[in-house]
Nanobody
Framework: QVQLVESGGGLVPAGGSLRLSCTSS????????IGWYRQAPGKQRELVAT???????NYGDSMKGRCTISRDSDKNEVYLLMNSLKLEDTAVYYC?????????????WGQGTQVTVSS
């Protein structure tokens, strides 16, 4: 069973930056996609950014232009660098990984890390 552990969340002032980390117990090269989602109180979980097994990235509209996703394959870690944070970026940020094998799809989630942006 793959485990994803997020870290790096916390309290940050508006306009500040934060880098989140996701450490995978499995080889991230075996995932079809790995990345970040977030969920604010009372809202649905939404895409922030994902990486494919190759070099493709996909950014959600909410933080496009203000965040960068990257990975360190040697460490089996994925990062999310967030800049120019806004109050509305306050949410729990989840690491997600997906593995597809034929018609089967396996999805893994971390426990989440809280990001709170203060005024």
């Amino acid at each position: 069973q793959v485990q994803l552990v997020e870290s790096g969340g916390g309290l940050v002032p508006a306009g500040g930056s934060l880098r989140l980390s996701c450490t995978s117990s499995g080889n991230i090269a075996t995932f079809n996609t790995i990345g970040w989602y977030r969920q604010a109180p009372g809202k649905q979980r939404e895409l922030v950014a994902t990486l494919t097994a190759g070099t493709d990235t996909n950014y959600g509209d909410s933080m496009k232009g203000r965040c960068t996703i990257s990975r360190d394959s040697d460490k089996n870690e994925v990062y999310l660098l967030m800049n120019s944070l806004k109050l509305e970026d306050t949410a729990v940020y989840y690491c997600n990984a997906e593995r597809r094998r034929g018609y089967s799809r396996f999805e893994y989630w971390g426990q989440g890390t809280q990001v709170t942006v203060s005024s």
